[in-house]
């Protein structure tokens, strides 16, 4: 079984410019969500799709989207970066339902000068 | 609002030594905890999931508890190693679907 993959696993942007960060779900697993985590903090939770849905979102603006594809793979677009987008962003994947393992990949580590 | 809290922040011993790393929280309605280690500037490695259901989990040299209606976890970790040293995060998830996280606990083993 795969694990959750990443990509890239480091990026350097301007502020104001856009990024897309991939990932790759574990084989099996239909959910995926994405989390922004910043030095010496615990992550914080962006939002998660269940299903190509977005069934859940945390306290980001709207620069911060997403998609899930019909493979159960995602994606986490950042508009109009700011220099506080730096920060280690991890995606994780998990089978349906509220009680499952979720599984985190490697991250990418944004920074936005 | 749920909040975690993990004590200490920091925490050095001597290779050999048993240990035990602490998470509370203040919202008793979860669905599960989970105990995650992440090495620096990596991601997260799941060591234990603990359905609200259950009192603990077990895996290898580590022994995770919950108790819900107090709000606490423990994660007892037997035997460390050089190869413990990291930072272990613990979290919990509610009916918001989110992961809720404390900010974790540096352990460093020394040789």
């Known amino acids: 079984e795969t694990g959750v993959t990443q990509s890239p696993t480091h990026l350097i942007k301007t502020r104001g410019q856009q990024v897309t960060l991939r990932c790759s779900s574990q084989s099996g697993h239909n959910t995926v969500s994405w989390y922004q985590q910043a030095l010496g903090q615990g992550p914080q939770f962006i939002f998660q799709?269940?299903?190509?849905?977005?069934?859940g979102r945390g306290n980001f603006p709207p620069r911060f989207s997403g998609l899930q594809f019909p493979n159960y793979s995602s994606e986490l677009n950042v508009n109009a970066l700011e220099l506080d987008d730096s920060a280690l962003y991890l995606c994780a994947s998990s089978r349906d339902g509220m009680n499952t393992e979720a599984f985190f990949g490697q991250g990418t580590r944004l920074t936005v000068v | 609002k749920q909040e975690v809290t993990q004590i200490p922040a920091a925490l050095s011993v001597p290779e050999g030594e048993n240990l035990v790393l602490n998470c509370s929280f203040t919202d008793s309605a979860i669905y599960n905890l989970q105990w995650f280690r992440q090495d620096p500037g990596k991601g997260l490695t799941s060591l234990l999931l603990?359905?609200?259901s259950q009192r603990e989990q077990t895996s290898g040299r580590l022994n995770a508890s919950l108790d819900k209606s107090s709000g606490r976890s423990t994660l007892y970790i037997a035997a460390s190693q050089p190869g413990d040293s990291a930072t272990y995060l613990c979290a919990v998830r509610g009916s918001n679907y989110q992961l809720i996280w404390g900010a974790g606990t540096k352990l460093i083993i020394k040789p």
């Open positions: 799709y269940y299903r190509e849905e977005e069934n």
């Open positions: 603990i359905q609200s």
